[in-house]
C-alpha cells in the first residue's frame, strides 16, 4: 500500500527540482515496485492529466486522510503550492510519529484480545458440545452431575464472550478513530469515543493536536486565516469542533478577534494567543499548542494501553481457567462419578 508520507515527500522533493504534479507521479509509478501502488499512481496520473486538482484525484483513490486531502485542497489555493506542500510533509511527519508511538504499543493487547477470543469460540462450538456428547454414554446420574458442571461452564464463557465483546470494542474503537482514513468509519469511531469514560480525553486531545497542527502549518504557508479556518471545519468529523470553528468564522465575520475564547484551548493558552499578532506568528503559536496537545494525548493513550494490557491478560487468564473447568473438571467429575457408582454397587451386596 502507498506510504503517504514518503509519497508526498517525493511529491515535494519533485516539485522542488522543477517537475510538474503528473511528472513527479510518473517517476512514482516508474519507480515502484509494487503493483498496487503503480496502480494507485496511475490512476492519480491519470486523473491529473484529465484536468482534476490532486485533492480530487486524492479523494477518489481513497488511501488518504480526510484532514490530509483537505491540507492538499486548501494548498492548491495557496499562491506557492510547494511550499505548502513542505507544510502537508511537516504536519503529516509529526502526525505520523504519534501514531507511531501509538501503534507499538497496539500488538500485545491485540494478541491477547486474539487468543481469549479463540478460547471463547474453541469452547462454544467445539469443546463444550463435545463434552456433551460424551455424557451420552453415561448413566443417569453421571449426566445430570455433567450436565449442571456444563451448564455453569456455558454461563462463565458467555460471560467472558461479553466482557470480551465489551473491552475489545473499546479498544478497536479507539484505535480506529485515531488511525483510520475513512471520513465515514471517522466521523463514526470519533463521536462515539468522545461519549467513552477515559477515551473521549485523548480522542479530542488527538483531534485538537491534529486541527491545530494543520491550522499552524496552513498559516505558515501564507494562507488566510479565514480559508485555513474553514479547512479545519470541513476537516474534522467531531461536532463539538465543528461548532467551535463555526462560531468562530460568525464572530470574525461582524470582525471580533477574541476568536480563542471557546473549549479548544485552556486558560493559559487563550492568554498566549491574545498577545498574538501577526499570521505567521499565530501560525507558529497553533503549531506549538498542537504539540503540547499531541504529548497529552500520547501520555494519556499510553496509561490507556496499559489498562488494556491489563484488562486482556484478565480476559485470556479467565478463558483458560473457563477451558480447565470444561476440560479437566469435567473428567474429573465423570471419575468421580463413576467411583461413586462402583462403590454404591459394592454396598449393595
Keep these: 500500500m502507498v506510504d503517504v508520507?514518503?509519497?508526498f515527500k517525493t511529491l515535494l522533493f519533485s516539485l522542488q527540482?522543477?517537475?510538474s504534479v503528473s511528472q513527479a507521479l510518473e517517476s512514482l509509478r516508474l519507480s515502484s515496485t509494487s503493483k498496487k501502488e503503480k496502480k494507485v499512481y496511475l490512476k492519480i496520473e491519470s486523473e491529473i492529466k484529465d484536468g482534476k486538482k490532486l485533492s480530487d484525484a486524492l479523494l477518489h483513490v481513497k488511501l488518504f486522510s480526510y484532514e490530509t486531502?483537505?491540507?492538499v485542497t486548501l494548498a492548491e489555493k495557496s499562491t506557492v503550492f510547494h511550499q505548502a506542500l513542505a507544510q502537508i510533509v511537516d504536519f503529516l511527519e509529526v502526525k505520523e510519529r504519534f501514531l507511531k508511538e501509538s501503534s507499538d504499543k497496539i500488538t500485545l493487547p491485540f494478541v491477547y484480545f486474539s487468543l481469549a477470543a479463540i478460547i471463547v469460540i474453541s469452547l462454544q462450538f467445539f469443546v463444550i458440545p463435545f463434552q456433551i456428547e460424551q455424557?451420552?454414554?453415561y448413566d443417569d446420574k453421571i449426566r445430570a452431575l455433567i450436565s449442571e458442571h456444563l451448564s455453569t461452564a456455558v454461563l462463565l464463557t458467555n460471560i467472558l464472550f461479553v466482557m470480551l465483546v465489551l473491552i475489545g470494542s473499546y479498544f478497536f474503537i479507539f484505535i480506529s478513530a485515531i488511525s483510520t482514513s475513512s471520513k465515514m468509519a471517522q466521523s463514526i469511531t470519533k463521536n462515539i469515543a468522545v461519549h467513552l469514560p477515559f477515551v473521549s480525553?485523548?480522542?479530542?486531545?488527538?483531534?485538537?493536536?491534529v486541527l491545530l497542527s494543520m491550522l499552524g502549518h496552513l498559516l505558515q504557508s501564507g494562507i488566510s486565516f479565514k480559508i485555513s479556518l474553514e479547512g479545519a471545519y470541513y476537516s474534522t468529523t467531531i461536532r463539538v469542533y465543528k461548532k467551535i470553528f463555526i462560531n468562530i468564522l460568525k464572530e470574525l465575520k461582524v470582525g471580533k478577534k477574541s476568536f480563542y475564547k471557546n473549549a479548544l484551548f485552556n486558560h493559559l493558552e487563550q492568554q498566549i494567543l491574545?498577545?498574538?499578532g501577526a499570521t505567521k506568528k499565530l501560525g507558529s503559536t497553533f503549531v506549538d499548542i498542537s504539540d503540547n496537545a499531541r504529548q497529552d494525548a500520547l501520555l494519556l493513550s499510553?496509561?490507556?494501553f496499559r489498562l488494556m494490557i491489563v484488562s486482556a491478560i484478565f480476559l485470556m487468564a479467565f478463558a483458560v481457567f473457563i477451558e480447565f473447568f470444561t476440560v479437566v473438571l469435567t473428567q474429573i467429575l465423570i471419575q468421580k462419578g463413576m467411583i461413586n457408582a462402583v462403590d454404591a454397587v459394592r454396598s449393595g451386596f
Design 5 to 7: 508520507l514518503t509519497f
Design 135 to 137: 455424557t451420552t454414554q
Design 201 to 209: 480525553t485523548i480522542v479530542m486531545k488527538f483531534e485538537k493536536f
Design 274 to 276: 491574545s498577545s498574538v
Design 69 to 71: 486531502i483537505e491540507f
Design 17 to 19: 527540482n522543477g517537475k
Design 302 to 304: 499510553g496509561k490507556f
